[in-house]
């Protein structure tokens, strides 16, 4: 979009289509991700009249992963178009990806026109009903007058409390009926909850009172803006940190208070540290159970104080004696004038900081076959880019191997598919990632079955000229998939193993695209410099062996103390 281009300055009479576009310039939109379909031509139309641009993916799922990764990347709204029916559809898994990782995005929808509306028509879906569960909300226009408001209503929607997506669908005729376009639309309100403050004063002065006590650190941290606040509050009160997958970079990983992450492939120290402690300051994250494997009895020698801005997400897990729903940034200054005296904690900082001398954060690959240790090629990028790259994975083993190697330093630095773990995920959030960042490296980590499930974006990256380095750790397997196999199904390794595939080196020939393979013959340091020293995309095939797996683990259901594999 070209940023000089700005709305009407007066009331005008416009199509739906082009007061959407108006509308979207309103809310300061910079990029969309869409592709076109014959409900929503009149929208495409207008952004050609207006000059809008928006970047043409090759599959409306990759639209909406590459939203995702813009919108954590920068924190802003991202917006996706699609088209009716199929194209909805396509967009499903992502806008569900969206919801469960709390990702500020709006979604435009096609649809046949009013007249048709459930008759069938072709190209037909109720997106309603089908989006329904997996959004803030949505809405239907039936009126074209509704159109300018209900847009400002999303973008407030998308942004407020706990973030998240909102779909627009939009009948055909809708677009092309007119009504006046107003330059001076409804301001957006993200105004946050009030929060209990005698609740957080009880907790703050219980928190004096703890021996053990640790800080976890999610999503909603970030997502709040409050990663400085929490990094004063840790520091002020000594309090070892362990961060959840999304939260991670809130805390850089040389913070010498940070234990990693923590859960089913956290590190020794964060998982022993989340079984003895016996105060849990939550600052933004849900309890999930990947980070708590076995809920039952977990909570029951410990006190916890969870900040979350979603109240449904206190006391979900397990009961919890200081539950204050809350903006995670407002909450944590509210504590940075707590006048309650901090604990000593030189001791329980000691034992935690010999788990994680005793145990490293990460374990060295068996290397029983040819290959890389993927941890080590993870690390060498995490030097190469001075541990300040975007970090984009996909989802398997090798998210897991990212998340314990790469030297994360900042907030909003990791791009992954976290609550509903998309495969497929990685390359097109590496796009939005991109256009939310051009100035920062973007390095993709992605395993060989994710990267097949969503390849076609590869198009985007060679007509956008987008340099972004995907580290291909092929195993030949869906890894975790057979690390599961080999774990808890008897070694039947089913359907999990690759005998045959692409010529990865051929694929990037035909979009254009440099390849290379990473050489265990020469110095692995140099051949970085080399790879993060050019200015175009590259993606650099690393053999992993099969049988490497993603430990330390803990199996479902058991405690965190209960580690394997170290």
Not at 3 to 26: F, S
Not at 115 to 137: C, R, S
Not at 521 to 544: G, P
């Amino acid at each position: 979009m070209d940023a000089e281009i700005t709305p009407p300055a007066t009331t005008t009479t416009e199509t739906g289509a082009r007061i959407l576009v108006d509308t979207l310039r309103q809310q300061g939109v910079t990029q969309l991700f869409g592709y076109p379909g014959g409900t929503i031509l009149s929208l495409f139309d207008a952004m050609y009249d207006r000059e809008f641009n928006i970047t043409l993916v090759r599959h409306e799922q990759g639209a909406t992963h590459a939203a995702e990764g813009y919108a954590k990347a920068t924190g802003k709204t991202s917006v996706v178009s699609v088209t009716s029916g199929p194209g909805a559809s396509n967009a499903v898994t992502g806008i569900a990806d969206a919801m469960m990782d709390s990702v500020p995005m709006v979604v435009f929808t096609g649809q046949v026109g009013r007249g048709v509306l459930g008759t069938e028509a072709f190209q037909e879906l109720n997106t309603m009903d089908v989006t329904k569960p997996i959004v803030k909300a949505n809405f239907q226009i039936m009126d074209v007058n509704d159109l300018q408001t209900t847009i400002t209503d999303a973008f407030d929607l998308a942004q407020s409390g706990r973030k998240g997506p909102v779909v627009i669908d939009l009948p055909k005729d809708v677009l092309d009926e007119t009504s006046e376009f107003r330059p001076a639309a409804k301001p957006q309100t993200t105004a946050q909850p009030r929060f209990d403050k005698t609740t957080l004063a009880a907790g703050m002065q219980a928190l004096s009172n703890a021996k053990r006590p640790i800080a976890i650190v999610g999503a909603g941290t970030a997502a709040s803006g409050g990663a400085e606040k929490f990094n004063e509050f840790i520091h002020n009160w000594q309090l070892p940190v362990v961060s959840t997958l999304l939260g991670l970079g809130t805390v850089a990983d040389s913070a010498p208070l940070f234990l990693g992450m923590g859960g089913m492939h956290g590190t020794y120290a964060a998982n022993m540290a989340l079984a003895e402690t016996d105060f849990i300051v939550n600052v933004g994250s849900r309890f999930d159970d990947r980070l708590i494997p076995k809920p039952a009895g977990y909570a029951d020698d410990k006190t916890i104080l969870h900040i979350d801005i979603d109240t449904k997400e206190l006391n979900k897990t397990f009961a919890t004696q200081f539950a204050i729903q809350a903006d995670a940034k407002t909450a944590l200054t509210a504590m940075a004038a707590s006048t309650a005296p901090k604990p000593d904690t030189t001791a329980w900082q000691k034992r935690t900081q010999e788990w994680a001398t005793t145990h490293p954060n990460r374990a060295e690959s068996a290397q029983q076959a040819p290959g890389f240790d993927p941890q080590a090629v993870i690390a060498a990028a995490g030097k190469a880019t001075n541990g300040d790259a975007t970090v984009v994975t996909d989802v398997g083993q090798h998210q897991m191997w990212a998340a314990q190697a790469y030297p994360f330093t900042r907030t909003r630095q990791i791009i992954t598919s976290g609550g509903l773990g998309t495969m497929g995920y990685g390359l097109p959030a590496a796009i939005g990632a991109k256009f939310g960042n051009p100035d920062k490296d973007v390095i993709l980590f992605v395993g060989d079955g994710g990267f097949q499930m969503t390849s076609e974006e590869l198009e985007v990256i060679a007509n956008e000229d987008l340099n972004i380095k995907i580290f291909l750790l092929n195993n030949h397997a869906l890894g975790m998939i057979r690390q599961w196999q080999d774990q808890f199904y008897g070694q039947h390794r089913y359907k999990s193993t690759f005998d045959h595939q692409p010529n990865f080196e051929r694929l990037m020939a035909a979009y254009d695209l440099q390849y290379q393979k990473l050489s265990p013959d020469e110095d692995l340091d140099a051949q970085m410099t080399r790879i993060f020293a050019d200015t175009h995309a590259t993606l650099i095939e690393v053999t992993v062996p099969v049988d490497d797996q993603a430990y330390p683990m803990v199996a479902p259901g058991h405690t965190n103390d209960d580690m394997f594999g170290m």
